[in-house]
């Protein structure tokens, strides 16, 4: 290292974390990328930053210069006292100094190049264990600073809740579930959940004695953001969100609250909540946000699943239900036909159980997803149901072809990161099965507009029913010129567009934010 400022000098002492931010540029399109880390000092050389695979972490593989930022209240917490494993964490960037320099706002800012990086391999990429060590990281820094931020509750249980899930019997585990006594009483819980789209039902055939079977994926934008609250009322009161919207949450609410018989009132607050009926997945959304708020406010220990059950989603297509618990690209395995009583229906009208997931898997973060609402008459429940009635059984031929082109294309690009060949599979579901009819009745000009986005990306598709139309690219800028150009053919060809947004995939699903009343 140059110069006299040492680590040492700076208060860096050996095995001890301390809260930092990360600054890389954005190899791949110009700009920078900023995240929260840990950074902790083996020895007084050198100093590593201890991080999950995600973007900084490409950008560093790619371009091995950064520079980390110290708060000038940063916290240290010894980290060898907490867990001694955490010293041998895969996802480890070594970094040697070049230069340390004060910079303005308070910070210490430490430019440097990479020495070395313990590169994941293959098949460890996503190893729950990996998710946990950066988590718990981001956690012992949270726990540091609990008297000085009034927040520490409600992100320790989002810090407690992934942890418990990817690596329940490991020590990161053991050390964040410890009794929430300290607390008080919750009081409030904020549920945020993705949006979703919708690629296809795959058979409803039902030959086999199997139906439905979904594939979708979970976007990030926009979401549902809801809030429920204890109260003192009975009942339950809604705020928030258009009539429809506020029935439809009442509706929710009670049924939740009979089936795992609360007596308390609570207040939900509609923060944030989709459109209804056009490609979103809103209800099932809403309805899992109250459905996991109301569970957790009341520590009743049902899971996702349950939830579901009790609110009866779930029941044609499984993608919002496995999406709200754990985002990304999802496949489900259908129903027993029989179960279903052998009819054809959607899921306002069908109370069996959600699917299984037969496949999972997170998509690159900058695959990125052009979508356009166009003004169309919406497909309510009734309506829906007329039309499963109406289309269904689906020709046996064209449901065995989409089976082998999502198993043989879409699945496999999806797991291998190969866009062409995932772009390729969703255009082509757009003309089989019951995907088919879907795209049809939405008319000439929708019809136009999806056509063009399909030019001018790597595949495109309607979600659901629509009329949300949508298509792939693999950069932001290539995103921010489809956006653009769509809107100008739109208007060209005299569709009317409500909206014209962009969003990459959530691979995280729903985040359950807890607020406690301090103890007297």
Excluded at 223 to 235: A, L, M, N
Excluded at 250 to 277: M, R, T
Excluded at 399 to 407: A, D, E, K, M, W
Aim: some cysteine; proline content about 4%.
């Amino acid at each position: 290292m140059s110069g006299e400022i040492t680590l040492a000098s700076l208060g860096f002492r050996v095995n001890w974390v301390y809260e930092a931010l990360i600054e890389t540029e954005l190899w791949d399109g110009g700009g920078l990328h900023i995240r929260p880390v840990g950074v902790y000092s083996t020895d007084l050389d050198k100093i590593c930053v201890s991080m999950y695979r995600n973007r900084c972490y490409r950008n560093l593989l790619n371009n091995p210069e950064a520079s980390i930022y110290l708060p000038e209240d940063s916290i240290d917490l010894c980290i060898t006292e907490r867990d001694e494993a955490e010293n041998k964490c895969r996802a480890r960037i070594d970094v040697l100094l070049e230069h340390i320099g004060p910079e303005h706002n308070g910070c210490d800012k430490l430019t440097f190049q990479i020495s070395n990086i313990n590169k994941f391999r293959d098949r460890e990429i996503n190893k729950p264990i990996n998710r946990a060590q950066c988590l718990f990281l981001e956690y012992l820094i949270d726990e540091s600073r609990r008297t000085l931020s009034p927040g520490y509750a409600e992100r320790t249980g989002h810090y407690r809740r992934v942890i418990d899930k990817v690596a329940p019997e490991s020590v990161y585990s053991k050390h964040i579930t410890a009794g929430d006594e300290s607390c008080g009483v919750m009081h409030e819980v904020e549920v945020v959940a993705p949006s979703r789209l919708h690629f296809g039902l795959i058979d409803l055939n039902g030959s086999l004695g199997r139906v439905d079977g979904s594939a979708g994926v979970s976007i990030s934008s926009p979401f549902t953001d809801i809030v429920v609250k204890r109260t003192d009322k009975s009942g339950v009161s809604i705020k928030g969100g258009a009539g429809y919207d506020r029935k439809r949450a009442s509706g929710f609410a009670k049924k939740l609250s009979s089936a795992l018989h609360i007596e308390e009132g609570v207040d939900i607050h509609l923060k944030s909540i989709l459109p209804p009926h056009v490609g979103l997945g809103s209800t099932t959304s809403m309805g899992m946000c109250i459905g996991a708020g109301i569970n957790a406010l009341f520590s009743c220990g049902v899971d996702n699943g349950g939830v579901a059950r009790i609110l009866g989603r779930g029941g044609t297509s499984g993608v919002g239900v496995a999406g709200f618990d754990a985002g990304g690209f999802i496949v489900d395995g259908g129903h027993d036909f029989r179960r279903k009583g052998g009819c054809f229906l959607p899921s306002d009208y069908s109370d069996i159980e959600p699917p299984q997931v037969v496949s999972r898997c997170c998509l690159p973060p900058n695959w990125f997803f052009v979508c356009a609402l166009p003004k169309h008459p919406r497909m309510c429940a009734e309506r829906e149901m007329d039309f499963f009635r109406e289309k269904c059984p689906i020709d046996y031929g064209e449901t065995n072809l989409l089976s082998r082109i999502i198993l043989l294309k879409l699945i496999p690009s999806a797991m291998e990161g190969d866009i062409k060949t995932f772009g390729e599979a969703i255009t082509q579901m757009q003309d089989i099965g019951f995907k088919r009819y879907e795209v049809e009745r939405l008319g000439n000009g929708i019809h136009e507009l999806m056509d063009y986005m399909t030019r001018k990306s790597w595949g495109a598709g309607v979600s659901s029913f629509g009329p949300l139309v949508f298509g792939i690219v693999d950069t932001y800028m290539d995103a921010l010129i489809l956006k653009e150009k769509t809107a100008r053919v739109a208007e060209d060809i005299g569709i009317e567009v409500e909206k014209i947004f962009i969003s990459n995939t959530d691979n995280e699903g729903a985040k359950i934010l807890r607020r406690h009343q301090d103890n007297k």
